[in-house]
């Protein structure tokens, strides 16, 4: 993940969560709304590029989408 920095010591101690390079957060609002994972190229530097430029392609429509109500979409008034 790109913004890690000095919290790496602490994201790997987190019981079955296992961090590697090649992901990058999709925010809306400042609030981590998703994540997109690449994995595959030499170096996890090419991966989270790769990520980066993926998630930057989709970003308009995700500032632009309504906020999820939780409930399912069929159940909506």
Request: charged share 20%; net charge negative; glycine share 14%.
């Given at each position: 993940?790109?913004?890690?920095g000095s919290g790496r010591?602490?994201?790997t101690s987190?019981?079955?969560?296992?961090?590697?390079a090649g992901g990058?957060?999709?925010t809306r609002n400042n609030?981590?709304?998703a994540t997109l994972?690449?994995?595959g190229s030499r170096g996890?530097?090419?991966?989270?590029?790769?990520?980066?430029?993926?998630?930057?392609?989709?970003?308009?429509?995700?500032?632009a989408s309504a906020a999820p109500?939780?409930?399912p979409a069929d159940l909506k008034k």
């Open positions: 993940m790109a913004a890690m010591a602490a994201l987190i019981t079955n969560v296992l961090a590697l990058v957060a999709i609030e981590i709304v994972g690449v994995g996890g530097d090419k991966d989270e590029a790769h990520a980066g430029v993926g998630a930057a392609k989709i970003q308009d429509r995700v500032e109500t939780g409930r």
